[in-house]
């Protein structure tokens, strides 16, 4: 495994130092998520990594996690399963739930779900502008969940344009269709832009069939997705907007791990409505955002198999998050500013089940209803950053949380750079982060109310370096993370009685590396790779608990274009080795593996592009996740326009 690490560093450290000029990407981009307000990246010592709508454009035909999958630092389990499966996201190693996802800059949690998480199969990539990825503790900004990072997708608006229309459609594998449609535009002081997609898939056998009896059936995903971006400028100094998105999407599912099952379904509904105040002054600005975050889920397995052994199984599973939050920014000077604000958080959640098991001849059900499975927080928080004293900049932020079930907590941000010439700069953070108790952690049957939030401490130490058109990067990254009072799901091995309880502790620690380097003026050759590793701690007792995350990705996407109109984009991604699930089948160690892609494209006109995309071209057979299967070689075409 050395080898393998110091063999990938060579690589990309060399490629980098002796890489040609290129005059056709700026790396240097202007960002939001490091500090609530636009700032280039060589400005903040934060570690932020920006999806742009080229590359997005590339993988219009990926899902989001498909996507956020080749990222340095970002591994994402099921990614590459079935359509519609539940994916469990571990960055920089981090359990699923520690990483707040964004929509617009505002937290878009589900309280239905197990860990207050977010089901990224309900964003498509063809209605997004640009993903900003932003690792480390960032709760004095963010608040909860923020532990290992977050990620702000950014949604399209409104065109110069009064109208212009865009279309996609494509076909391939597993009988997997996928079309969309959009409108966007300006029309005086109103901007709009509307987007719907659709995807139908046939899809294949969620769960491994290790008899090789080929008699699993195929689990499909049909979803539909509208989302509508509004926005009116009163005047130069004053501007509403509002988003909606709504999708719906229908799975079959599985029984479980090598266990077929025809009667099993999943609807998921997410509906999520946002409206942002903005006002400008010369040196400040006023936001204030009201967010609602409604989802629905039911699982229904109806028995009429005679496989199903006349099993019954029915669950139904609603969420509601509101978010209020208003902040201002202010440059007190030309080297100073502040951002301070207070934000406002609730959430409720209905949860039933029921179900009969033949077998056994035994029923069963639970219910959690919104009046008692609810919660709210109320919090503060300021940020001060110092930019260009003399090549120093400096950020430091502190925030207070009021929560109604366990009280009170605090959190810290403290984040130096160096410039040490305009391409060159050292950074440290030092921060801390929390992750408060879901309603299912506090309420259901297993819940316990005397739970403390997960609270770390995260340590960051990099250098980034551009060359001097910015065309090529080399950043390097060493983090560690401690968490106290880590929630997890114990059971007694004697009684058997089972509740979330909060352990002593988990350290988490490792290192990201990430280049990009220009080949000529044709294109640019992007890598990555992450090491991770973690152990928990329980009194005395160590806990190897790094579950189905491995210590090792790499990512290398090379992007060309040879020709006019033509684009070549042949990628590659390894997985290492990582322990399987606690109670998953199987070995211990989970083997590793790789996948190679390759996409082409080619641009008739300025309005008109065809693509194909061939994946997983050598055809492995691997497992994220024992006994349910990954995607083999699989293949998309299709076309987009835009005027």
Same mark, same amino acid.
């Given at each position: 495994?050395k ?7 060579? %690589? ?15 790396l240097?981009?202007?960002?939001? +998520?490091?500090?609530k307000?636009?700032i280039?990246?060589s400005?903040?010592?934060k570690v %932020?990594?920006?999806i ?17 999958n ?11 399963n079935?359509?519609? +499966? ?9 359990a699923?739930?520690?990483t707040l996802i ?10 239905s ?6 089901d990224?199969?309900?964003?498509s ?21 923020a532990?290992?990072?977050v990620?702000?997708?950014?949604t ?6 009064k109208?212009?229309p ?14 969309g449609a959009?409108?966007n535009g300006? %029309? ?5 832009n509307?987007?719907y997609n ?6 294949f ?8 009896g ?8 049909? @979803?539909?997705?509208?989302?509508a971006?509004?926005g009116?400028?009163f005047s ?7 988003? +909606? ?7 079959s599912?599985?029984?479980g ?5 025809? *009667?099993?379904?999943?609807?998921n ?5 946002? =409206? ?7 040196n ?7 967010t609602?975050v409604?989802t629905h889920r039911?699982l229904?397995?109806?028995? +009429?198999?005679a496989? *199903?052994?006349g ?35 609730a959430?409720n959640?209905?949860q039933?089940?029921n179900?009969?098991?033949r077998?056994?001849?035994?029923g069963y059900s639970?219910?959690l209803?919104?009046?008692?499975a ?11 950053m =110092?930019?260009?004293?003399?090549g ?10 009021q929560?109604?079930i ?13 410039n040490?010439d305009?391409?060159?700069r050292?950074?440290i ?12 952690q ?31 990067s ?19 091995l ?18 990201e ?16 790779f992450t090491y991770?590793d973690?152990q928990?701690k ?7 608990n790094?579950y189905r995350?491995p210590?090792?990705s ?5 992007t060309? @274009?040879?020709?006019t109109? =033509?684009t ?9 080795s990582? =322990? ?7 070995p ?5 593996y ?11 006109t300025?309005?008109?592009?065809a ?6 071209i050598?055809n492995?057979?691997y497992?994220?996740?024992v006994?349910?299967?990954s ?8 076309l987009?326009?835009?005027?």
């Open positions: 495994m080898k393998k690490i110091l063999l990938v560093t060579a %690589v990309i450290i060399s490629s980098h130092l002796y890489a040609q000029d290129s005059t056709k990407k700026t240097d981009e202007v960002v939001v +998520t490091a500090t307000t636009p280039k990246q400005q903040t010592g %932020v990594t920006v742009d709508q080229a590359t997005l454009q590339r993988n219009v035909d990926k899902t989001l996690t498909e996507i956020l080749y990222q340095a630092g970002v591994y994402i389990n099921g990614a590459n079935v359509l519609g +499966t539940n994916q469990e996201m571990y960055m920089r190693g981090a699923s739930g520690n964004l929509l617009d800059g505002v937290p878009v949690n589900d309280p779900l197990i860990n207050n998480s977010f990224l199969n309900n964003i990539p063809a209605q997004i502008e640009k993903i900003e990825i932003l690792k480390g503790a960032q709760s004095t900004l963010w608040g909860s969940d532990v290992a990072g990620i702000n997708i950014i399209k608006k409104g065109g110069a344009k109208i212009t865009s279309a996609n459609i494509a076909y391939g594998s597993y009988h997997t269709f996928k079309a959009g409108l300006r %029309v005086n002081k109103f901007t709009y509307l987007n659709h995807t139908d898939s046939k899809g056998s969620s769960a491994y069939d290790s008899t090789g080929n008699t699993f059936d195929k689990d499909g995903f049909k @979803q539909n997705n509208i989302q971006n509004l009116y400028y130069p100094k004053l501007s509403i907007t509002g988003m +909606t998105n709504y999708g719906k999407y229908n799975s599912l599985d029984a791990a090598f266990k077929d099952d025809k *009667d099993y379904t999943g609807v509904t997410s509906f999520i409505n946002s =409206l942002t105040l903005v006002y400008k002054l010369k400040a600005s006023l936001h204030f955002s009201n609602l409604n039911t229904l397995n109806d028995t +009429t198999a496989a *199903d052994n099993d019954f199984y029915r669950a139904d599973f609603k969420g509601k998050s509101y978010v209020s939050e208003l902040f201002g920014n202010v440059s007190l000077s030309s080297k100073l500013s502040l951002v301070a604000g207070f934000q406002r958080s959430q959640t209905i039933a089940s179900g009969y098991s077998d056994f001849d035994y639970s219910a209803g919104k009046d008692s609810k919660t709210n927080n109320y919090a503060v928080y300021a940020s001060l =110092l930019l260009n004293l003399h120093f900049n400096v950020e430091g932020g502190i925030r207070y949380n929560h109604n366990y009280g009170s907590n605090a959190t810290f941000s403290f984040n130096p750079s160096y040490i305009e391409n060159t050292v950074f953070n030092v921060s801390s982060a929390y992750k408060a108790p879901s309603l299912y506090l309420y259901s049957e297993y819940g316990n109310k005397d739970l403390q939030p997960e609270e770390s401490n995260n340590y960051e130490l990099g250098m980034q370096s551009f060359t001097n058109n910015k065309n090529n080399l950043r390097i990254v060493a983090f560690k993370r401690d968490i106290r009072h880590l929630i997890i799901f114990y059971s007694d004697v009684t058997y009685a089972s509740q979330y309880i909060n352990r002593d502790k988990q350290n988490d620690y490792g290192f590396l990430e280049s990009t380097t220009a080949i000529g003026k044709i294109g640019n050759w992007v890598n990555n991770v973690g928990g329980n009194g005395n007792e160590k806990v190897n790094f995350r210590n090792f790499f990512n290398s996407t090379l060309l @274009q040879p020709a109109g =033509l070549v984009m042949p990628s590659f991604r390894f997985v290492g990582r =322990l399987k699930g606690m109670y998953d089948a199987g211990a160690l989970m083997p590793q790789y996948t190679v892609d390759f996409y082409t494209a080619y641009s008739f300025k309005q008109l592009r693509f194909v995309d061939l994946r997983n050598t492995q057979q497992f994220d996740v006994g349910y299967n995607r083999k070689f699989n293949v998309m075409a299709g987009s326009f835009s005027l």
